[in-house]
């Protein structure tokens, strides 16, 4: 499996890019996946160099192909006037509307108060819907208090990474998870969840 992170900040060092490393590394751990991760700070300006997909360069088509080709996606955003950012908009307007039909998704957010998670449920998870991907339950939002400096501090907000990658392995298809792919571990854990 392709697991591909995309942290919609424009800025650096990023919250929001932090947040999306660490769950693609926990993905990592528990199978054995290829991980990668797509930062539109560095992104965005290659995007932006169109306006349709047909204008892409190659550059561009190399980024939106590893979007259009992984089976899993992680998409991070920073909250910015009540939704996710510009560039991360524009970067899925450029994917075509086929390429992620039934894909699995994991959902993470940023943002300066808890009011501004409502985000994840209002914006982000209709985006995906027209997509017709599949949106893991278990989001991940974190506020400036949840960091020292750059990094994730709190323990609240890493379990709910852990849940969402037993979330994500619950919905992927049994054949995603055949001999040898997941971690033990994370099979008893789903299996536990899965029971309550």
């Keep these: 499996m392709k697991i591909l992170g995309i942290s ?23 199978a054995n996946v290829s991980t ?18 047909d204008q892409l360069d190659d550059a561009g088509r190399a980024i939106i192909d590893a979007v259009e080709s992984a089976d899993v996606l992680v998409v991070g955003s920073p909250v910015y006037r009540a939704s996710y950012t510009g560039a991360l908009k524009h970067l899925f307007d450029l994917v075509d509307f086929r390429a992620l039909q039934g894909k699995r998704v994991v959902l993470a957010a940023t943002g300066g108060t808890p009011l501004h998670g409502l985000m994840l449920e209002h914006q982000f998870r209709p985006l995906f819907g027209f997509f017709g991907a599949v949106t893991v339950p278990t989001t991940v939002y974190a506020v400036e208090a949840d960091f020292t400096e750059y990094t994730l501090s709190n323990p609240a907000v890493e379990a709910r990474i852990e849940r969402a990658v037993v979330d994500l392995f619950d919905l992927l298809p049994a054949t995603a998870l055949a001999a040898g792919d997941a971690h033990p571990a994370l099979r008893v854990v789903s299996r536990e969840t899965a029971a309550n």
Excluded: M, N, Q, Y
């Design 36 to 53: 990668d991760v797509i930062d539109l700070a560095d992104a965005a300006p290659v995007l932006f160099r169109a306006l349709r997909a």
């Design 8 to 30: 919609g900040s424009v800025k650096r060092p990023s919250r929001t890019a932090h947040v999306v490393e660490r769950i693609v590394a926990a993905i990592g751990r528990a």
